[in-house]
């Protein structure tokens, strides 16, 4: 065995000079060297002698290396040569990879012990970008902890994550033994254990009750890889494993960074047994104040069984950021995207908003004298009710359905300005399935509205009586009716308002998935379920804008009915000159026309939260529409081609 000290000032292969050692691994020791012909630092992992006596183990080196150097990715280490030399007697092999600044994860937690909830979102996020690229390429890590992550500063005031010893851990798990040393080996036998001749290490073993499955800690250097802490429960029994058991490890560090410990601690053998057997302590008993449904994310990453935990480490991370941004997040975010694009956003609202402008006109007939209460005012009311309708509507489609596939560019293609033709193109194409749905919501909508009112109203003249200057009789009948009035309007409020909240979604859903009759409301109901308190947030949020031109007509009619105050107190502007109700109400409108972008953006936002929380990247959401509507610009295409071998 080679001494730390020997190597350093040596020149290996003629190429790389010794600088000083780094750091050990459970293969051999790293150290910082200098490429002579370039003068550029690398990292120059050199494996330990003892395993390149086996040929085995050579031959699938050359070929791991080969596979890691062409696996880049910017969350992976490069891996930019390797080889054999000679040193001294001694044959060496070496792995040659970039050299980082910065630290490793380990060393942060160490003296942080938790870190921030959208800190580790973003380096989870990372891992996974880089585990799920491995894992396309077939190479599973199989020793994923804080020791193999490292934070490299980007110079923007964050980090750059990558991960350390890619793909190295599983060549020793498959090399053949010779079986000339019983000390240090362990036939593994059973069902579950691998094939015949794969041994470990003996006196790193931890037989099980019947001996027939034996958890395994494979973490001293120079013999097998791995740290129990951070293992698969089919890891530590030897077990073949799979991309699953990488997860499984990313949950453990998710953990560990969320409550500032792990979810299993004591010695080797202790940890090996409760990985195998132990549910840990659930997240949410350590950290109360996350989100719910972010902790069962890593509790299922955490799973004993393999087919319980995420289908993948991208999926992973997509549903744990998801669930972890909450209603708050999306309307923080919607203002920001609102202030970075408003000039689009603003040429967009005017649009859809343009019909409802006529009705302060038709608002100023009020003050006609001889007006209220003509032949032409009735008239005037059923085409002003009708406009109202359709230019609710027309705001709807225009706003809700044309800012979804504006958000849904934003977030695909934040470099460029917003297409907007590929916006209306979208709209146009599914307009029948937009007016169906759009009608339908909004009677929904308005019905429950009206039931609101009218319960208020019921209930006003049940508790104060009937509005000054109306010859209403309260007899016992008619408090009954009123009161029946009351209670089914309340029935009607009660049970509408659920289903407009979960048809809240529609547009989004007939833009990004062109579903229409009976599964797009099954669609939209269905995404509603996934975060109903997100939901509910975010829908009070834009319904109190989207009713307050509501209200104001009904505080019109009220004055309109009454000349004085209800009995008790309750003022209902009818004292204020209609010229300022008026003004009130064209005021409203201005600010309907600003306030329609946020809402717009907020509920397109809200659509891509839900469906990244089953785990669906962004970019597998955004295919279809980008596809069908979306022209993708050469220079992008061949940006994110990547390298290709014929």
């Known amino acids: 065995m080679i001494d730390e000290p020997a190597l350093i000032g040596h020149i290996l292969e003629g190429k790389y000079r010794i600088e000083k050692w780094l750091a050990q691994g459970g293969m051999g020791a ?138 190295i851990a599983h060549l020793i798990l498959s090399q053949p033994s010779t079986g000339d040393d019983d000390r240090t080996t362990l036939e593994l036998t059973g069902p579950d254990s691998p094939s015949p001749g794969n041994r470990l290490p003996r006196d790193l073993a931890l037989a099980g009750d019947n001996g027939s499955s034996r958890p395994l800690d494979l973490t001293e250097p120079g013999k097998v890889l791995g740290t129990p802490h951070y293992m698969s429960p089919e890891q530590c029994l030897g077990r073949p494993v799979d991309e699953t058991s990488d997860v499984y490890s990313i949950g453990v560090m998710a953990y560990q960074m969320l409550a500032g410990e792990l979810p299993f601690d004591g010695d080797r053998a202790l940890v090996v047994a409760q990985q195998v057997e132990t549910n840990p302590v659930s997240l949410g008993e350590k950290r109360p104040d996350l989100p719910k449904r972010a902790v069962s994310v890593v509790m299922a990453a955490l799973s004993k069984e393999p087919f319980k935990r995420p289908r993948s480490a991208v999926a992973f991370a997509t549903a744990f950021r998801a669930r972890m941004e909450g209603g708050s997040f999306l309307i923080r975010h ?161 049970t509408g308002l659920p289903k407009v909240v979960n048809g809240c979604l529609y547009s989004a859903v007939i833009v990004m998935e062109g579903l229409s009759g009976k599964a797009l409301w099954a669609r939209s109901r269905d995404l509603v379920r996934r975060s109903p308190r997100a939901v509910i947030k975010v829908f009070l949020f834009c319904a109190l804008p989207f009713m307050t031109p509501g209200l104001v007509r009904y505080l019109w009619e009220l004055h309109r009915m009454s000349g004085a105050y209800w009995k008790g107190g309750i003022p209902v502007l009818t004292t204020t000159p209609i010229a300022l109700l008026f003004l009130l109400y064209v005021t409203v409108y201005v600010f309907y026309i600003l306030i329609i972008p946020i809402l717009a953006v907020t509920m397109a936002l809200l659509y891509f939260k839900l469906r990244r929380m089953n785990g669906t990247p962004i970019q597998t959401v955004l295919e279809p529409y980008e596809r069908e509507f979306m022209r993708i610009s050469e220079w992008r295409s061949r940006a994110q081609g990547g390298l290709t071998f014929r």
């Not at 003892?50 to 891996?79: M, Q, S, T």
């Not at 001294?88 to 490793?104: N, P």
Request: with cysteine; aromatic share 12%; hydrophobic share 50%.
């Open 334 to 494: 919607a203002l920001n995207l609102y202030g970075d694009h408003f000039p689009t956003f603003i040429r967009i609202s005017l649009a859809a908003c343009v019909p409802l402008m006529f009705l302060p006109v038709l608002f100023l007939l009020n003050l006609i004298p001889g007006y209220q209460g003509s032949k032409i005012a009735y008239v005037f009311l059923a085409v002003t009710s009708l406009i109202w309708l359709l230019g609710y509507m027309g705001a709807q489609i225009l706003s809700m359905a044309v800012f979804v596939p504006v958000v849904a560019q934003l977030l695909k293609e934040r470099e460029r300005d917003v297409r907007l033709e590929a916006a209306f193109k979208a709209v146009k194409k599914r307009l029948p399935v937009f007016l169906a749905a759009s009608f339908r919501f909004t009677f929904l909508a308005f019905s429950v509205e009206f039931c609101a009112l009218t319960g208020l109203i019921a209930a006003l003249i049940l508790l104060q009586g009937p509005p000054p200057g109306y010859d209403l009789q309260l007899t016992p009948a008619k408090l009954v009716l009123m009161a029946l009035v009351g209670v089914l309007s309340l029935f009607g409020f009660l």
């Open 30 to 167: 790293v150290y910082l060297a200098i490429h002579v012909g370039t003068g550029r630092p690398v990292a120059l992992k050199v494996i330990f002698p003892y395993f390149l006596d086996k040929e085995e183990f050579v031959e699938r080196f050359r070929r791991e290396a080969r596979a890691l150097g062409l696996l880049r990715h910017p969350n992976i280490v490069d891996v930019t040569d390797f080889g054999f030399c000679q040193f001294a007697d001694v044959r060496l092999g070496y792995l040659v990879m970039e050299y980082l600044d910065g630290v490793s994860l380990s060393d942060v937690l160490k003296e942080e012990k938790k870190l921030k909830d959208r800190w580790v979102v973003d380096i989870l996020e990372q891992i996974c970008l880089g585990i799920d690229r491995a894992h396309t390429r077939g190479i599973v890590h199989r020793d994923l902890k804080p020791d193999n992550i490292w934070l490299e500063p980007n110079d923007r005031g964050g980090y750059t994550v990558k991960v350390l010893d890619f793909g």
